[in-house]
Nanobody, 125 residues
Framework: QVQLVESGGGLVQPGGSLRLSCAVSGFSLDEYSIGWFRQAPGKEREGVSCISSVDGSTKYGDSVKGRFTNTRDNAKNTVYLQMNNLKPEDTAVYYC??????????????????WGQGTQVAVLS
C-alpha cells in the first residue's frame, strides 16, 4: 500500500528556514519520482519541485529556484525539501506526491497518483 506522510511545516519569520519531510512506504525511491506541490488559499496548486527516481536529478519552480533544495535518503525512504529565505508568498499547504511516470513534470502534474495529506507552512508578513 502506497503511503506518503509529510511533516516539518510550521510558522516562521521571513528569511527563515524549514525542512519538510515526505516519508514514503509501499515502494522505494529508486522506483518512482517524488514531486512537491503547494496550494495557498484561493490559489491554484503550484508545482514546487521534483526529484527523479532515475538519477536523483531535480527540477524547481521558478518561484523557489535558488532557495529550495530537494533531496532524498533512499535508506530512510524519505524525501526532504529544504526551504531557505522563506517569503510570505511561500505560505501554503505543501504536498508530496508519487510520479509513477517518472517524467518529473511539475507543470502538468496529471501523472502523480498518490498524494500525502499535506503540511502547513506559514511565513509571517
Amino acid at each position: 500500500q502506497v503511503q506518503l506522510v509529510e511533516s516539518g511545516g510550521g510558522l516562521v519569520q521571513p528569511g527563515g528556514s524549514l525542512r519538510l519531510s515526505c516519508a514514503v512506504s509501499g515502494f522505494s525511491l529508486d522506483e518512482y519520482s517524488i514531486g512537491w506541490f503547494r496550494q495557498a488559499p484561493g490559489k491554484e496548486r503550484e508545482g514546487v519541485s521534483c526529484i527523479s527516481s532515475v538519477d536523483g536529478s531535480t527540477k524547481y519552480g521558478d518561484s523557489v529556484k535558488g532557495r529550495f533544495t530537494n533531496t532524498r535518503d533512499n535508506a530512510k525512504n524519505t524525501v526532504y525539501l529544504q526551504m531557505n529565505n522563506l517569503k510570505p508568498e511561500d505560505t501554503a499547504v505543501y504536498y508530496c506526491a508519487v510520479d509513477r511516470t517518472n517524467w518529473c513534470d511539475i507543470v502538468n502534474p496529471w501523472g502523480y497518483e498518490y498524494w500525502g495529506q499535506g503540511t502547513q507552512v506559514a511565513v509571517l508578513s
